[in-house]
T-cell receptor, first 113, second 111 residues
Framework: DVKVTQSSRYLVKRTGEKVFLECVQDMDHENMFWYRQDPGLGLRLIYFSYDVKMKEKGDIPEGYSVSREKKERFSLILESASTNQTSMYLC????????????FGSGTRLTVV | QKEVEQNSGPLSVPEGAIASLNCTYSDRGSQSFFWYRQYSGKSPELIMFIYSNGDKEDGRFTAQLNKASQYVSLLIRDSQPSDSATYLCAVKEGSARQLTFGSGTQLTVLP
């Protein structure tokens, strides 16, 4: 089974801090994704990557950046955390064709105070 | 804007009943369809996927796809309290790498 591991389950950060969320997958998947999930708004795509050093903006990239230096690792960066970035962040990976959908990590609940 | 619509619920069914969850999508180019289950505080887990028109059964779960009507559904037979969760419908357009998710339907199975 594909394992997608997110480094932190819960994080509390201060407004203005730079925040790194890490995600590692162990099945050699080309595609990796970052979503945030908020009540009433569902899952919203922030960024995704289909290869090392390749990235594409999703629906809500503002205030975020990403890094993919190695195939197995995809990082989400909040350059200057704000309270409206308090959310559940979910990482996922999939094979190139994505025919079997995503495998999700366990999520990181980020609170910005 | 590609859209995936689900009734947000909540949907309540008695234990042992059939739960029916529905999803419509706007993009006629959609090729792959997925149902995820998400327990409160947990991440989504894949329970079914379907590509072709018709029904696909896996244990107590049946996914139904009608591309002409742009409609996909999930039936859960003999519902159990452990099926209580939010069910997310997701759709993949043929050439896209990413899925588009609905906002989910909250299901409660009453003992």
């Amino acid at each position: 089974d594909v394992k997608v591991t997110q480094s932190s389950r819960y994080l509390v950060k201060r407004t203005g801090e730079k925040v790194f969320l890490e995600c590692v997958q162990d099945m050699d998947h080309e595609n990796m994704f970052w979503y945030r999930q908020d009540p009433g708004l569902g899952l919203r795509l922030i960024y995704f990557s289909y290869d090392v050093k390749m990235k594409e903006k999703g629906d809500i990239p503002e205030g975020y950046s990403v890094s993919r230096e190695k195939k197995e690792r995809f990082s989400l960066i909040l350059e200057s955390a704000s309270t409206n970035q308090t959310s559940m962040y979910l990482c996922a990976s999939s094979s190139p064709a994505g025919g079997r959908g995503y495998t999700f990590g366990s999520g990181t609940r980020l609170t910005v105070v | 804007q590609k859209e995936v619509e689900q009734n947000s619920g909540p949907l309540s069914v008695p234990e042992g009943a059939i739960a029916s969850l529905n999803c419509t999508y706007s993009d006629r180019g959609s090729q792959s369809f997925f149902w995820y289950r998400q327990y409160s505080g947990k991440s989504p887990e894949l329970i079914m996927f379907i590509y072709s028109n018709g029904d696909k059964e896996d244990g107590r779960f049946t996914a139904q796809l009608n591309k002409a009507s742009q409609y996909v559904s999930l039936l859960i037979r003999d519902s159990q309290p452990s099926d209580s969760a939010t069910y997310l419908c997701a759709v993949k357009e043929g050439s896209a790498r990413q899925l588009t998710f609905g906002s989910g339907t909250q299901l409660t199975v009453l003992p």
